[in-house]
């Protein structure tokens, strides 16, 4: 019933910039964090940034300066904005969210993932 939607993957140049998007939407009583991991090929999932429902934010030391998180409005999407994109930053990028559905607890909830590219 629950799911998370991410989009605004694709292909970039070094130095370039793309938005990711993740919308989370079913039957949710409330959101708690929301979150952007990534995986690389042969590499270990990592935190890149989180946010929680009152706008605190954590950023990986690689990404900071570079990228910012942010929440919708409705509080149900988290956006990530990333700028001066380099090659070490292709991986599959995925959203995280802490959501406690109606009737039920508490759990971690994954997107299907969107794949970012940097290269020349």
């Known amino acids: 019933q629950v799911q998370l939607v991410e989009s605004g993957g694709g292909l970039v140049q070094p130095g370039g910039s793309l938005r990711l998007s993740c919308a989370a939407s079913?039957?949710?009583?409330?959101?708690?964090?929301m979150g952007w991991y990534r995986q690389a090929p042969g590499k270990q999932r990592e935190l890149v940034a989180v946010?929680?429902?009152?706008?605190?934010?954590t950023y990986a030391d690689s990404v900071k300066g570079r990228f910012t998180i942010s929440r919708g409005n409705a509080k149900n999407t988290v956006y990530l904005q990333m700028n001066s994109l380099k090659p070490e930053d292709t991986a599959g990028y995925y959203c995280?969210?802490?959501?406690?559905?109606?009737?039920?607890?508490?759990?971690?909830?994954w997107g299907q993932g969107t794949q970012v590219t940097v290269s020349s």
């Open positions: 995280n969210a802490h959501i406690r559905p109606y009737g039920l607890g508490i759990r971690d909830y």
């Open positions: 079913g039957s949710i009583f409330s959101i708690y964090d």
């Open positions: 946010i929680s429902s009152g706008g605190s934010t």
